[in-house]
């Protein structure tokens, strides 16, 4: 059984003022190629690390710059060379436009808590800033409806969830560059933070769209009936789900007293687990709050079975307990097929969504998980995850939780449907 990857084209629209820059971008990232190569082969000493890495301001500080940016670009390129501590962001402005080069160390997508050099040059795409914006205006009623206090601290819940900015990026490096490739990164922006709360939040907009059509759409169409309610959404609006689903996720994670976090660390599998689950639910319980605002005209409807479609494409990853996010969209699923949400249809083989029931569902679930972390019951959190049973893998063959149904270990298992995905950047017309 070979998984599968799908190749696709990624055309993005450079502004001529602009070429040189993402030439010189783009050769920054080569160099954090051979940076991330090195790594892998665990040959990097510090003199070499050094001297690629000092290559990075030289490139940079013989690029063309527009005039009025070459101040603040001069002074991005010396923090450069001070050394950075996760990630870093250079930006320019030219006109509408802005590009943005992001540079430096992320965790790795497999789980292993090791930092490899990672970077993405992109345009920024500022189409959608005001549906974060409407989102955010109705923090305070989600709270309210979830019977939680929305403030912390004399801190609102805005203020502590990261700030999301959006990219079509035209070129991935190192870490970003990975068969699983993420479709967004959080850093610092400069000084040490806990690692669950950075407040920046970079999403590729143009790759998590793609991915989107590419291998979820696929997966809906096999496996949701009623899939056909999804397949006619355009590209913006994709971006616009994906986004809503996506600012739901981040604001969960700051929602409700977590005294679990007490209890355990951070670091704790099942800890991570019940926090991506929280926020999951959060996510999906806020949709409804949009219904007559930026979901109305049957969006509500078509957001739900865009989220359970991504929920199956985490499932497929399988491994869940290398990746928290994964192992959450696992215990969703057998949630909902418990409280009948989600049926099988051994007739069709697809899975049917019961929307009154599934609402339902994510009520109970959303505030079931928001008292696991306002008690602090690390009893009662480590109980719920293995309530479905054992997560870990079958066996080297079948990535599925040993105690998966047979039929979802059909659909982890299809490799018909691709299983990653990579992309042919096209930057010249
Ligand atoms: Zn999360």
Known sequence: MRRRTSLVDIPVDIPKELTDLSESFADVLLNIGSLYELQLKGDLPVGVENGIWR???KRLGITEIPE???DKFEEQIQTLEKGIFDLYPITVNCGESEMDLIIGKVFSSEGDSVSYYSGAAGLANNNYINVIDQFDSKLETLCQKLSV???DDGESIKDKAPEIKCLDVFSLAGGLDVSHKPICVFFSGGGPENISSLSNLTVFLNLYSARFRVLTMAIAKRYLSGFEIIEGLSDSEISKLLLIWLRGHDVGHFIGEDRLGDKMSEFDMDYMILHEL???????YSFRLFSDDFLNNGLLEKIYYLSVAEMLRYIRRGNVLKHPDSASAYLAWCYF???GAIKYDPGCGKFKIELLLFGDAVSEFSKELLSIFSEGDAERARELVKRFGNLQTTNENDPSPRDCSETL???????DIAHYIDYNFITDK
């Open 55 to 57: 290559e990075i301001p």
């Open 409 to 415: 270990r059909e659909v982890i298992k299809d490799t």
């Open 149 to 151: 206090r929305s403030l």
């Open 337 to 339: 097929e418990r409280s």
């Open 278 to 284: 929280k926020s999951d639910m959060i996510a999906l």
């Open 68 to 70: 009025t940016q070459k």
